[in-house]
């Protein structure tokens, strides 16, 4: 097993690889496949008596194209160039990847050390420590997650302003000042998964008219809400690696420079997640297959597999290009925040110096191929603003809030 996990890591590395100096081709190809798999997926609903489901897949498809096209448009350069970046810098910081793998095993340990104490219980306290255990669990999971998040947040930070600082420094603040605002972003999830169970148990029997007019409007909401946690959850600890903000603070500023760049946002989002799942199933594929395909040639091979084992190493290497995309992901969106967080201290008049720099080395053809070391990251992106129309280099002085 370890042999594929190994080759998922470095069909994921490969992958940032490609998404550095072809990242226009690897775009299309994205939305060219998730185009395919949903009128795929659409089809299949009308040739097996589902027409009504069939013709939803087609209009969120439609909808999706439409979404990709209004935002991609008035953004090209930009994304292209931030998502170039964010490659980049975790070509420059392949030590990341040991972070959550680190994180992975501690939580392991965790749940393992909690079924321990579990199987000393009776009935009753099981059922109490089934409950705890279910929202500690999902505690543990996110304040590990977004402790990875930290660290990723904080090296990024580094990169983009130009800074050098060890790892221990970055843990050093974590632990001194942001320790508390990642159990707080954590311990917000719980909470939110238990109001989703209390919805679930309002709603009733699933057979009675209520749970069918209830449940899918209590669902799409929740749903929704629990993204939009998320998402504040992820950008407020970004933002405190910078500002230094409590979690409060770090989420309102968050809102603010979200909303004032929504549609650079939208779009990175957008194309963000169909680039980390194409990463996430390249990693998956390619290693189950050659498993399988290495079980049927060499009949030595074919001994050691057992029913399960291609399944066994299909999840392991998707959990192993899960862990580099949301590398990538929480870079991405790190980048994205620094600069519109320096964008809007500019119509201060304060921030980043430099702010105001363009290249003009940079023509449109080198910023989407050429070779973007050597240039300091918010130069560039100022220059694909610029070339997309949407920055100003003036500074619009407002009275500043006391």
Sequence with gaps: MMPMVCLALLLAFFYLKLLKIATQCMLYSSVFITTALMLWWAGLRFLFGAP?????????????????????????????????????FLSDSFTLVFIPAILVLIGIWTVGSFKDIAKEADLLTELGLLFWGACSSVFYFFFSFYIMVYLVANRAADWFYGRKSSCCEGLGRLFSHHLGTIAFAAFIIPIVKLMQLVAWVFIGDPKSGRALFLQPFLGACLQEFQILVYTLNDMAIILCTETGHDFIDAASTAGVVVLDHFGLFATLDILGLLLSVSGVIISTVVPTFIHLLLGHTFEWYGELMVP????????????????????????????YLFYCFEKELHKFGIGFPDFAIREPLLTPDYLLYGNLEGFRPIVILNTAMEQDGNLVYRPIIVDPPR
């Design 52 to 88: 009504l489901l069939g013709l939803i897949v087609v209009i969120l498809t439609v909808a999706y194209l439409l979404a990709v096209w209004c935002y991609f448009r008035n953004h090209y350069k930009s994304t292209v160039v931030m998502i170039r970046l964010t490659a980049q």
């Design 308 to 335: 399960q084992s291609a399944l066994w190493i299909a999840v392991v290497c998707a959990i192993a290009g899960f862990m580099v995309m949301c590398l990538f992901s929480e870079a991405l969106l790190a980048i």
